[in-house]
């Protein structure tokens, strides 16, 4: 794949706005230097201490990162486990900014042959643009595949943040133009970076997600006792119906964690990723390697009948946040579902003092468990000016109905009355 340097003539695109959060202004003495543009294929060509300097920079005082999905070591994991890479619709063509020799930023970049494992949907796009004759895929995507988590995708080094970001931007974008391709897209980006986008250029798009805020809470009943009556009663009763399965439920992480859990959890994967996508995205041996080298990184939470696992929740572990990824059972027990992927959530919060927990895509059933809706941000370019035109106003539309949709299932959320009127 080629790549360049700089912006297509045929789209103005700025330096973001110093003033806005992340893109403040670049300290670093070598500021005004030339920015250089490649690209590689594996993460095999990039020392993970150097990729994490743009990645993580926060997980040098030994922590954890804020998420530790666009660390060295998840996306080598995925693409060592073969679960992207030739044959999967996902080729990397990881982005990466240097400036005097210095890396100053990354971007996860990945050539993609079809739409699936994103979220955030454009189907309805590459259908539309195809009927017209063109060809939309392959199109690029900054993306971290198969989760829908709300992160960092422009990857800049602290003291870089506005010429990193623009360099990535421009850099994409060149990429896509050069190589005649339809489109960009960066998903799941925080609030900050797609604005910044914007302000270049790209078409800001916004989605919703259900998500459970930590407000202080002691422990679950504390949690609970800011529920309204009916609310609060019902999680008892679910919480009570899902205990009684039967057997024990397990949280497990870090050396605690044994490959016959991963025996385990793969059989529900399989199970899930049939019924929902046909075919599961990720193999059997990425995890296998999570066991090897992100084990500290995950929260497993199993359900276990007379010694043996019948269901389990898979979860990250960030900074701030809980990150549930993947659920399945090969039996079914009234509420187990609920109990192990949003309940056990948040105990976990809480006894972390994480900040809030991501449960994954969609499901307005969140609500009535005190997972409330969230904003979801990514920026889009399309190469084509017509059709771009035609997606800005459906996006306009779009986050019209999305604000609004979120105004509507917040007034119906599980709070307290006064509860709500306080957080408002």
């Known amino acids: 794949m080629n790549t360049g340097r700089g912006a297509p003539d045929y789209r103005e695109m700025e330096r973001p706005d110093p003033t806005q959060d992340p893109t403040a202004a670049d300290t670093a003495p070598d500021a005004a230097a030339e920015i250089e543009i490649s690209t590689l294929n594996s993460l095999g060509g990039i020392a993970e201490a150097e990729w994490d300097g743009c990645a993580c920079p ?13 660390t060295w070591r998840f996306l080598k994991t995925l693409e060592d486990s073969g679960s992207v890479g030739p044959g ?47 060809a939309y895929y392959p199109k690029l995507q900054i993306a971290v595949p198969f989760t829908p988590a709300t992160g960092r995708r422009f990857l800049v080094k602290p003291g870089h943040e506005a010429a990193g970001m623009g360099a990535l931007v421009q850099g994409a974008v060149q990429i896509a133009a050069d190589n005649g391709l339809s ?17 270049m250029g790209l078409m800001h ?23 309204s009556s009916r609310k609060r009663k019902n999680i008892r ?46 193999t059997r041996a990425f995890f296998d390697l999570v066991q090897e080298r992100m084990r500290d990184d995950v929260l497993l939470v199993l359900a276990l009948r007379d010694g043996a696992p019948v269901a389990g929740a898979l979860n990250f572990i960030g900074r701030e946040a809980l990150f549930g990824r993947y659920w399945g ?36 059933h969140k609500l009535a468990r005190g997972y409330m809706p969230s904003v979801t941000h ?27 949709d979120i105004e509507v299932l917040t007034a119906y959320g599980p709070f307290r009355r006064d509860r709500q009127e306080e957080q408002e």
């Open 88 to 134: 999967t619709g996902w080729e990397p063509h990881y982005l990466l900014a240097r400036q005097g020799g210095e890396l100053i930023a990354v971007a996860p970049l990945y050539a993609k042959g079809h739409s699936q494992g994103e979220y955030i949907f454009d189907f309805n796009w590459a259908h539309a643009y195809e009927q017209a004759g063109g």
């Open 237 to 282: 009763k679910e919480r009570a119906q899902a205990q009684a399965f039967g057997g024990e439920i397990l949280a497990l992480t870090g050396d605690a964690l044994r490959p016959e859990h991963w025996d385990a959890f793969w059989d529900f994967y399989q199970d899930t990723g049939a019924r929902k996508w046909g075919t599961p995205y990720l």
């Open 378 to 404: 990514s920026v889009h370019w399309v190469a084509d000016q017509g059709f771009a035109r035609a997606i800005a106003q459906y996006l306009e539309a779009e986050a019209r109905a999305v604000d609004e």
């Open 58 to 70: 926060e997980a040098a005082d030994g922590g954890p990162p804020v998420d530790p999905f666009t």
């Open 183 to 199: 489109s960009l897209h960066a998903t799941f980006c925080t609030e900050g970076e797609a604005l910044a986008a914007k302000a």
């Open 205 to 227: 798009r916004t989605s919703q997600q259900f998500h459970w805020l930590n407000e202080g809470y002691s422990d679950f009943d504390d949690f609970l006792s800011h529920l």
């Open 329 to 364: 059972a090969l039996e079914h027990h009234p509420c187990l579902h609920f109990e192990l992927c949003y309940y056990q959530a948040i105990d976990a919060a809480i006894a972390r003092g994480l900040k809030r927990v991501e449960a994954g895509a969609q499901g307005e």
